[in-house]
Each structure stands twice: as structure tokens, then as C-alpha cells.
């Protein structure tokens, strides 16, 4: 019996209880190549679908973060280790069979990308990161998530939209931001649901961020490409601050393509159907 189009589409699903987290991942693809790739805030592993049409040589396994897609966390104050990412990522390969593979880690996502570099650089064969958080934090999120008290009273200020503004206004009055930041964070925090992510998620992933040291250690005796994608009218990752430390590391090109931070994953499959050499 033949397939419909829709059923093609309908994405086969893994499950990976680590720890804290029950973490649910989509296998996208059926080509012999592989990447596995993680999705920034607000969205869930099927950002890649589209991709994965794009690459028909390759499989993507793009994973549901926490309080995203079907990935259930159980206790919001035990944040996401390391340890924890590398039993995810050890698991999945073990599972599929997985020798070799690629990356990809959008915004916040991105913070996944370092623990697993560290641990599997021989098996990688190249890095995209895409409008990456967890290189270079902002002043926002060192605010937010630091200390334990800017962490209750960052919970507090979650709940009450009047004083998410007037943060925002605070820190526009002081300079410490981008405008064109702060209207966007504004916007998106409109809704309660959408506060209430951020605060899980910002605190739930804060320890994974970049070792520079360690980043470099990783990467500096393998062959493995490190691409870093910018959109040119990004609202949140912007590469002035990221492209000091990119000029740093070895293998590593910086493209920045035509979008805005929402649309990034989808301007860089444009991006990639026309230039297919990125994933070579």
C-alpha cells in the first residue's frame, strides 16, 4: 500500500529518559549522512523538516529541548548538565548506529552543542551553529540567571507582564541593550505562556555555555569545518560580539545571510540549497 504524502512527512520518533529529562527526538530524513541538530526557544525539532528536505542525503535527529516540543522535564531546579547531554547524545548513537555525524545548534540550542563537542570531536564531521547562544552571554541573561536571588526575583518579574516592561524601559534608559533587542524581547513576552518558557528555559539550561579553553582543546587537532551563521537583521544574536572569539578557532568560517532571528533556520536552508558545499 502506497504512503500519502503526509504519512512520508510524519516524522519517527525516539525517546531518551536521562536523568531528569524524558527527551524526545525526531527523525527527519533518510539519507545515510547524519546530523543532529537542536532548535532554539519557541520551537520544537520539526524547524528542521524543511532541511531535511532540502539535504536528501542525510537523517536528522533534531531533538526536543526542555518545555519544548514533547521532551517532559520533571523538576525545574536541577538544571541540565553536561553529563546529562552526553548520555543523550551517547544513547542516541548507540540506538541508530551512528559513526560519524554533523551538528547544528540554533540560538539557544546551541548551548547543547558544547558538551557533545567535547566529548565526540572524532566522530563530528562538521559544526553549524547558527546564531548561537552560550558564547558571548548578554547582560540580560547574566541578570536573569547569575545568582540565586536574581533567579527568584527574575521568576517573580515572569509573572507580572507591567514589570517585564519596566525592566525593559529601565535597562533602554541605561543603554545596557540594543532598542531593537529590547522591542523584540517585548514583544515576545507579551503572554503569560511565553514568560513562563523563557524563565524555565533560561534557568533550566544556564550551565551549558562555551569553555573557550576546552572549545579549543576539542577542536584544534581534528579536521572539522566550524560554520557560524548571523542574520543580518537578527534582533537577539548579534556577531559583533561572537566574532573576536570566532577569529580564534581553528577551521571556522562566518557567513551571515539575509533573515531576522525568527526566521534564521529557515533562511539558512535557503542558504544551504544553494550552497550545498557547506555540509561537504
Known amino acids: 500500500m502506497d504512503l500519502s504524502e503526509n504519512e512520508l512527512k510524519t516524522p519517527k520518533n525516539l525517546n531518551f529518559t536521562i536523568a531528569n529529562d524524558d527527551f524526545n527526538c525526531r527523525v527527519l530524513g533518510t539519507g545515510k549522512k547524519i546530523i543532529i541538530a537542536f532548535h532554539g526557544f519557541g520551537q520544537d525539532g520539526n524547524v528542521f523538516q524543511t532541511l531535511s528536505e532540502t539535504l536528501p542525503d542525510y537523517t536528522i535527529y533534531a531533538v526536543d529541548l526542555p518545555f519544548h516540543g514533547n521532551t517532559k522535564t520533571d523538576n525545574i531546579q536541577i538544571t ?9 547524545t551517547d544513547k542516541l548513537i548507540n540506538s541508530e548506529n551512528i559513526k560519524e555525524f554533523s551538528l547544528i545548534g540554533f540560538s539557544i540550542g546551541a548551548r547543547l552543542l558544547f558538551p557533545i563537542i567535547s566529548i565526540f570531536s572524532l566522530k563530528i564531521q562538521k559544526i ?27 521568576r517573580s518579574l515572569m509573572r507580572s507582564e507591567y514589570w517585564v516592561n519596566s525592566i525593559l524601559s529601565f535597562i533602554s534608559t541605561l543603554k545596557l541593550s540594543d532598542q531593537n533587542t529590547l522591542i523584540f524581547i517585548g514583544k515576545t513576552l507579551e503572554k503569560e ?25 576539542s577542536t584544534k587537532n581534528i579536521n572539522c569545518k566550524i560554520h557560524f551563521i548571523f542574520g543580518n537583521r537578527d534582533e537577539i544574536i548579534s556577531k559583533q560580539k561572537i566574532v573576536k572569539i570566532v577569529k580564534t578557532l581553528p577551521n571556522s568560517y562566518l557567513e551571515e545571510i539575509q533573515s531576522n532571528h525568527q526566521y534564521l533556520v529557515e533562511a539558512f536552508t535557503e542558504y544551504a540549497r544553494l550552497n550545498t558545499s557547506i555540509l561537504d
Not at 541540565?80 to 543523550?88: D, F, N, T
Not at 547562544?133 to 533567579?151: K, P, Q
Not at 534557568?203 to 551549558?208: A, F, G, Q, S, V
Open 193 to 217: 505562556e511565553f514568560r513562563e518558557r523563557v524563565y524555565k528555559t533560561w534557568i533550566y539550561l544556564r550551565k551549558l555555555k562555551m569553555n573557550k579553553g576546552a572549545f579549543l582543546k
Open 128 to 154: 553549524i551553529f547558527i546564531a548561537p547562544d552560550g558564547i558571548s552571554e548578554s547582560v540580560l541573561y547574566r541578570l536573569a540567571t547569575g545568582t540565586s536571588i536574581s533567579r527568584r526575583l527574575f
Open 80 to 88: 541540565l548538565s553536561e553529563k546529562s547531554v552526553i548520555s543523550l
